[in-house]
């Protein structure tokens, strides 16, 4: 019985733990380095730490009863973040005084009367709805949603009822809509579905079976068909189109890695890993300067370890290796950081907040 459950435990955490286990060391140890030998000039790059538990967090309640902002996005004018929620909806936050207020409800919201009130009914995510990831288009202004149970949802620059404008790909469902981003030069649409198996509600299930019938999908909003770009996918998660268009990183969270997926140009269907992590990695957001931020929902070492997690790690364009990583126990995960203009903008799914790190 006893090796049973080693054997269970070994498949959960079993992300490249050689790997993982040495990176911590480094991570640990490099802070240290630096210190002792601070009269030596330091040629290594060492990777910078940053704790996100002192008073320049800002937390941004959300209303009660509802929690998970899991993505957050932003409008052409800067305004937001918006985020979809665990009832469904998505919010907009206008500022402290005015707070969160309702962006966008989804067809469930007038048809379903559990979804339409802002009961204290805990509902299954299922019935009502739960958005994820989430992007503008700047062009055009709509608001891109990918709701893990009701499909790529599309909402209106001024907001209201989300359309449905896609259900499938390839003559099969989607089943557990996850990570999204938008190319805003041409107006595809990237997301992932995690897995056609396994519903958002198992994702534990994803992980410690090792699923692989994930899929990379592409919406073109001419043609208002859904290309299947990769299938058999091991967990896919976030996705983030480079600044060229020609590729787009996508977080494999039970590999603990960013893969490079090239979708344009000489190198179209061709795949390489990006990054390797010290932890699951979940939303991935370019950081505006050819490298990604990558939410960690927990690492890789942390079992039984009572260190301060890692929550988050930016990795440099080229090579993806990590320069920097946010950690702090006031999430128990995080699952996007967002950096706009040197503040960063973190999400959870599993917190009634959002919250504001500002400028380093
Ligand atoms: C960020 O800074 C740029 C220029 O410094 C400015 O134009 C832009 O409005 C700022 N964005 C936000 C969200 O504050
Ligand atoms: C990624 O590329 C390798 C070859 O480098 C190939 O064997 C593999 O099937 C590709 N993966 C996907 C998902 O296309």
Known sequence: MHRDDETTRAMAYSCRPSHAASFLIALLALP?????????????????????DHRGLSVMPLPSPVSGPESLAFDRRGGGPYAGVSDGRVLRWRGRRLGWTVFAY?????????????????????????????????????????????????VPARGGMAEVVATEAGGVPFNFLNGLDVDQKTGHVYFTDSSTFYRRSQYLLVVALGDETGRLLRYDPRTRRVAVLHDSLSYPNGVAVAADGSSV????????????????????????????????????????????????????????VDAVPTLAVRVG?????????????????????????????????????AAELGPR
Not at 119 to 147: I, N
Not at 278 to 297: F, I, K, Q, T
Not at 319 to 348: C, H, K, M, P
Request: hydrophobic fraction near 40%; aromatic fraction near 8%.
């Open 32 to 52: 240290l380095l630096a210190a002792a030998s601070s009269a030596a000039p330091a040629p290594a790059p060492a990777i910078k730490i940053k704790s996100m």
């Open 106 to 154: 989804n067809s469930r919201h007038k048809s379903v009367g559990m979804c339409a009130a802002k009961k204290k009914l805990v509902v299954p995510e299922s019935v009502c709805g739960r958005p994820l990831g989430l992007q503008f288009h700047h062009m055009t202004g709509d608001l891109y949603v990918a709701d893990a149970y009701l499909g790529l949802l599309r």
């Open 249 to 304: 990183v996508v977080s494999h969270t039970a590999l603990c890695e960013l893969r490079r997926y090239w979708v344009r140009g000489a190198r179209v269907g061709e795949n390489e890993t990006f990054a390797e992590l010290p932890g699951y990695p979940d939303n991935v957001r370019s950081d505006g300067l050819g490298g990604y931020w990558v939410a960690l929902s927990h690492g890789a070492d942390d079992a039984g």
């Open 317 to 353: 364009p080229g090579d993806g290796a990590v320069e920097e990583a946010l950690e702090g126990l006031s999430f128990a995960t995080v699952s996007e950081v967002a950096e706009r203009n040197g503040t960063l903008w973190v999400g959870s799914v599993d917190t009634p907040y």
